[in-house]
């Protein structure tokens, strides 16, 4: 049978925890029943060592998880409000009052400018095709009449040419 002291070490380690063994249990509550200094030390322990522990939460992540997940928090929040700024700012700038005109005109002639040039190249595009095909024309016209003229070139002419 444990002694005071020896019961009260218990008391303050494996007890405490729910380590001990049921029988080991069974006996430090029995001893607690009958002794009312174990009883008051035991309970004295339990209001200021469990009853804090039993308010607070069971399983508690590590300092450095939460500090990880703020700052990428953070770090997503920032990101979010820059592009916003961004955003803001060129969507300002497009509507300052009296910049609307001005931007109104710029787009039209940057419209313009495009339709110009894809008009050009279009131009461009067609002039290479028509100087291609008379090209082509020249060609096959010129060996046509070499053609005809082996066509028409008698053996007496091809013996005296
Ligand atoms: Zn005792």
């Not at 804090?52 to 703020?70: D, G, L, M, N, R």
């Not at 700012?89 to 040039?117: A, D, E, R």
Request: charged share 25%.
């Amino acid at each position: 049978m444990n002694t005071c002291n020896s019961l009260k070490e218990l008391i303050l380690t494996d007890y405490l925890d729910g380590e001990t063994n049921l029988a080991i249990r069974q006996q430090i509550n029995d001893h607690l029943s009958a002794c009312s200094d174990c009883r008051l030390f035991a309970q004295d322990v339990k209001q200021k060592l469990v009853v804090p522990f039993e308010k607070a939460p069971q399983e508690t992540v590590p300092e450095h998880v939460w500090s990880s997940i703020k700052e990428q928090i953070e770090k997503e929040t920032s990101v979010e409000v820059e592009s916003e700024s961004l955003l803001s700012k060129v969507v300002q700038f497009f509507t300052i009052p009296h910049l609307v005109p001005v931007m109104g005109s710029l787009v039209i002639v940057l419209v313009v400018s495009v339709l110009f040039f894809k008009k050009h190249q279009l131009q461009q595009v067609k002039v290479r095709e028509q100087v291609e095909y008379l090209a082509y024309l020249l060609e096959s016209s010129v060996t046509m009449k070499e053609s005809d003229r082996n066509v028409l070139k008698t053996p007496i002419e091809q013996y005296f040419l």
